[in-house]
């Protein structure tokens, strides 16, 4: 007769949850023993393998023995083996699947002389677990119950022996029932098989293993890290403010020893703490990757630590810095994993001599991942030799408390170790960016535009729509070459004095219907990702670079926003949204714009739209021209001068931005100090993103897509302040209108570089800019700090940008509302909103940092093959912006560079002034102050570096096999750089930057061809319909500068 119990069990799922499960559970009086001993033969119903029976005694391994001692169980020499069922149940939930099918693999073998008994369905066999028992020792109990029954069960005739770990299980059960002996696993085999010396050296290898890693985790009772505490105790302490979640960040310059916690959630208001958590070592990370939304334990406060101030190299990040560290920080240790984060992984196997020292039959090895942020993984494959030259994508599978490293799978191979196309799908699958071409479903959705078949307005559309073609004459002004433009800009005198301007954006939704292939495609890109040398659009060409595109001289369907002025004060009396139809009447690049706007009309041969007209004509056209842009110009000087009175913030970008010629190298940089042209635009893009933005929160409160950026931080502007305090400036940070006017007065007359690096640590001390649903958060939470408006939205960039197209639907809907006509399309839920609105913010990162990682990839590989000590152009003039306590960091505004410069050596040396003023290494000592640094031979010699000062620097690229190059900074001289060639010293270091871009392009092409690489060369045509277009729109470039404050960089440079 069964017998029923309830089993509960604790399940991990694959993201981490535990799962509290109750089943049935029957005991039986009778369950196959295999033995041949049995008495009761037909009762226990025998099937599959018998044990042997010309053994002296039965083996029973404890199942920590099995878990460990695996290997040797397998030797055919040891025969006679009951793998209990409790032993085998805890190599599965603790050990991983793949150990648990080698052991079931091993009860299968007939060649093996084992077998499985179900102790825990023998209802002799089967104990309870007690009340505040620890599972181990109710396993090991539960394991010796058995064995004394299966002794009886074969009538008292065989031995049987139990091997255990547990010290003070073979205490209290060694001679505790006779003919049942409990011995160690060490003595088993020193008694029984003295001569089987295989199987002695392989248990002295697992001990010696097993010491060592004990040495490290005693803490943690022979595990290398402690386990995880059940998903319900993390969701109580975070409620009792035991415990507190954020996100895990790990210092990529100390990912061995220095990770924060950024708290989110109830955390963030409930725990009174006003900074990150600092995470110090591993051991405290516990298992926990860079990108997991982690629970951690607070420690108490006099085990806190502080960050280190010292520089650092990513090649000896292992390794704890001597330098003292800053002020202790809240610091604490993560309990639990509430999401992980595990993505594909970019890493490099081990060099040839390296897999050769872990032995010929190695078959796990440790890859090294590109990002250091992430720990080594193992891998089980027998291809590391093969692989050695190659970045390869792994997954993580598992991490267990028990292993020092997660282990992985190989994906695929993605290309050679410093070729330029491996390299930039590195930085791709870094950043998870998926860049597969359309699909022809998706292909399907886009309309014609052949010559044999043209695309025309609809006689529909020019029923609905407000046709400004003859009425209004509107423009576009963009980069050069630029072909994807979102925005066209008019302006106009009404009847009654008053100006109308307008702003026409381009419209995406006429052509992209929700919830089609195309937009669920856009949707999932979620932006355009730019990289230094291409780009990748995130709708097709025939859309981005042409339909949607607001070209000259054609009919294109625009959405419009159009505002009455006052004619003489500017002041907005009305407004207007809706759908036109617009031509625009001269697509004019920057430049052209900005001659007209100086009356220079030398500039009408770069203008094609009047090339074919008469004298007379062309000067009336214009004068007609630039009056519009002086107008342009005087409202925009209004509406900016207006924000400026709030508070709004002129931000300083450092970030390399490039342009792309026509076969796709590339051909200048984007501007650091933009024309006024340029502001022209940017104002009016604002302006109409801020009345959008108002009109989709009054129709859709709590489901409208906005954009806020929170103020920072005031901790953060801890050093920006110590810096303008060197040079005797005071920076105000209380709110955004004391910080501009603070920066605006921040002028050195001698160095106007001063000010840009001030602009420059404000810029990176500033919080991250975010879309969200406005019904997710209240109204005051709605604020943009940096543009001083209460409410924000992007409206103006729906060809590059989802988040424009979401925020298009949303302004069609409130002016369908406003009109009383049924909604075409059903809006997103707060909930979904929000939801998206994570996803887009998620990938405006991923698209930043990957520009950021393509321009330093071009930087080294433009670096990496010249000389330093004899290339002129690696030398070049250095400001200092930061001082640490073993050197400085270093801004050359010659190639857009940021780095670290050394004053003190992994020997210890120091700098010290030779002749004319040159640097070199001697023993000596480092002290530091707020704003500057003392180098001090022991021969009394003496160097200080101030900040600001100007240095000269040698440029030259730390080559890393299993990472990216970087570029290292080294000081020459304590005085300024001196160019002997005058035309490269000061005009124009975008051109060199043109050249530095258009080699390392050249040389690789070069290469490849040179390797003949051809075998997946992708055709012409489609290579170019996927970085089509090679400039973007005017307000894209100053939004890119303004969001680069809005990033948070601080782990740069070390800092």
Excluded at 529 to 538: E, G, K, T, V
Excluded at 629 to 653: F, P, Q, S, Y
Excluded at 717 to 731: D, P, S, V, Y
Excluded at 1027 to 1035: F, N, V
Aim: proline share 4%.
């Amino acid at each position: 007769m069964l017998q029923k119990r309830e089993k509960v069990l604790l399940l991990r799922t694959f993201r981490g949850r535990t799962l509290r499960i109750v089943r049935e559970h029957y005991l039986r009086a009778c369950v196959p023993c295999h033995s041949p001993l049995c008495a009761l033969p037909a009762a226990c119903s025998h099937d599959g393998k018998l044990l042997s029976s010309d053994v002296t005694h039965y083996v029973i391994p404890d199942w920590k023995v099995v878990q460990d001692y695996l290997e040797i169980l397998e030797f055919p020499e040891l025969k006679g083996i009951i793998f209990m069922q409790t032993a085998c149940q805890a190599v599965q939930h603790q050990r991983g699947r793949r150990q648990y099918n080698r052991l079931r693999s091993l009860l299968k073998d007939t060649r093996h002389d084992c077998i499985l008994f179900a102790n825990e369905f023998q209802e002799q066999c089967y104990l309870p677990r007690e009340k505040g028992e620890a599972v181990e020792k109710w396993q090991t109990r539960s394991i010796y119950n058995a064995a004394v029954w299966y002794y009886h069960h074969c009538g008292d005739r065989m031995p049987i022996v139990m091997v255990t770990e547990d010290a003070e299980a073979i205490e209290q059960y060694g001679s505790e029932t006779q003919g049942v002996f409990v011995i160690s696993f060490k003595d088993y085999l020193d008694n029984f098989w003295p001569d089987l010396s295989a199987a002695h050296e392989l248990c002295e290898s697992i001990l010696q293993s097993r010491r060592a890693r004990e040495s490290e985790s005693q803490e943690s009772h022979g595990r290398e890290y402690a386990e995880h505490l059940p998903l319900e105790v993390l969701e109580a302490g975070i409620r009792l403010g035991r415990y507190v979640q954020g996100t895990l960040n790990v210092n990529k310059y100390r990912a061995q020893i220095e990770a924060f916690v950024r708290l989110q959630g109830a955390s963030s208001k409930d725990s009174g703490l006003a900074s990150d958590i600092l995470i110090h070592g591993m051991k405290a990370r516990n298992r926990a990757i860079h990108g997991d939304v982690v629970v951690v334990e607070l420690l108490p406060k006099g085990e806190w630590k502080g960050r280190t101030g010292a520089l650092c190299d990513n090649d000896s990040e292992d390794k704890a810095s001597s330098e003292a560290p800053s002020e202790p920080m809240p610091t604490g240790r993560v309990v639990g994993i509430l999401q992980k984060n595990w993505r594909d992984y970019v890493v490099t196997f081990p060099s040839k001599e390296e897999v050769q020292s872990q032995g010929k039959n190695a078959q796990k090895i440790l890859v090294s991942p590109w990002d250091y942020r992430i720990p080594k993984i193992r891998i089980s494959t027998q291809q590391a030799e093969a692989l050695q030259d190659f970045r390869v994508i792994v997954h993580i599978d598992s991490w267990e408390s028990t292993s020092l490293y997660p282990n992985g799978h190989f994906v695929r191979v993605l290309g050679r170790i410093g070729d330029l196309e491996g390299e930039i799908a590195t930085i791709l699958v870094e950043n998870s960016i998926s860049v597969t071409p359309f699909s022809e479903a998706q292909l399907c959705e886009t309309p014609v535009n052949t010559p044999e078949k043209p695309w025309q307005v609809s006689a529909e559309e020019e029923r609905r729509r407000r046709d400004l073609r003859r009425t209004h004459l509107v423009f576009s002004i963009d980069p050069k070459g630029c072909e994807d433009v979102d925005d066209a800009l008019s302006v106009r005198t009404l009847s009654n004095g008053d100006l109308e301007l307008g702003v026409h954006i381009a419209d995406v939704t006429h052509f992209v219907a929700s919830n089609s292939y195309i937009d669920v495609k856009a949707r999932t890109r979620a932006t355009t990702y730019y990289l230094a040398d291409r780009r990748y659009d995130m709708l097709p060409s025939v859309l981005s670079a042409d339909l949607c595109s607001l070209l000259g001289g054609v009919d294109r369907y625009a959405v419009s926003v159009m505002w009455q002025l006052d004619k003489t004060s500017y002041e907005i009396k009305t407004v207007w949204y809706g759908r036109t139809i617009i031509r625009s009447a001269y697509k004019l690049c920057y430049e052209a714009a900005q001659e007209l706007l100086d009356r220079n009309f030398g500039i009408v041969d770069e203008i094609p739209e009047l090339k074919n007209l008469d004298e007379k004509s062309k000067q009336a056209r214009l004068e007609e021209l630039a009056g519009a842009i002086e107008r342009l110009t005087d409202i925009a000087r209004h509406v900016r001068a207006k924000r400026n009175r709030c508070g709004a913030l002129e931000l300083e970008g450092v970030e390399v931005r490039v342009q792309l010629d026509d076969k796709n190298n590339i051909h200048d940089l984007i501007p650091k100090q933009p024309l006024e042209v340029h502001e022209t635009v940017a104002e009016c893009m604002i302006l109409a993103n801020h009345w959008v933005a108002k009109k989709i929160w009054e129709s859709f409160p709590h489901q409208a897509l906005l954009r806020q950026h929170p103020p920072p931080h005031q901790e953060f502007f801890a050093e920006l302040r110590k810096c303008a305090a060197a040079k005797g400036f005071t920076i105000d940070t209380r709110s955004n209108k004391a910080l501009a006017d603070s920066l605006d007065k921040a002028e050195d007359p001698t160095d106007p570089m001063v000010n840009r690096l001030l602009r420059s640590m404000a810029t990176q001390a500033m919080s991250n800019a975010l879309y969200f649903s406005s019904g997710s958060c209240a109204e005051e939470e709605f604020h943009h700090y940096g543009l001083a408006l209460d409410k924000y939205t992007h409206f103006t960039s729906p060809i590059r940008r989802y988040s424009d197209i979401i925020v298009h639907r949303l302004l069609m809907a409130a002016i369908a509302k406003d009109e009383k006509m049924e909604l075409k399309e059903n809006l997103l839920s707060n909930k979904d909103l929000e939801e998206l609105c994570r996803h887009i913010n998620n990938r405006n990162r991923a698209a930043q940092h990957a520009q950021k990682q393509s321009t330093e990839l071009f930087q080294c590989m433009y670096f990496k093959d010249k000389d330093p000590e004899t290339e002129e152009r690696c030398i070049a003039d250095g400001i200092i912006y930061s001082i640490r306590t073993n050197g400085v960091l270093v801004f050359i505004p010659r190639f857009g560079i940021k780095g670290a410069a050394y004053l003190k050596n992994k020997d210890c040396l120091v700098m010290a002034c030779g002749r004319d003023s040159c640097l070199e290494w001697k023993p000596g000592s480092l002290q530091r102050f707020q704003d500057r640094i003392i180098s001090t031979t022991t021969g009394g010699e003496s160097v200080t570096l101030h900040l600001f000062d100007h240095v000269t620097v040698r440029i030259s690229v730390q080559a890393s096999r299993c990472h990216s190059d970087t570029i290292r900074l080294e000081l020459v001289s304590n005085k300024p750089h001196k160019d002997p060639n005058s035309e490269l010293s000061q005009p124009s270091p975008l051109l060199l930057k043109s050249d530095l871009v258009r080699e390392v392009t050249r040389c690789a092409e070069e290469a490849q061809l040179a390797q003949e690489v051809v075998a997946h060369a992708i055709p012409e045509e489609e290579y170019l319909e996927y970085r089509q277009t090679k400039g973007r729109s005017l307000y894209m470039l100053l939004e890119e500068i303004r969001d680069l404050a809005l990033l948070d960089v601080s782990g740069d440079c070390g800092m």
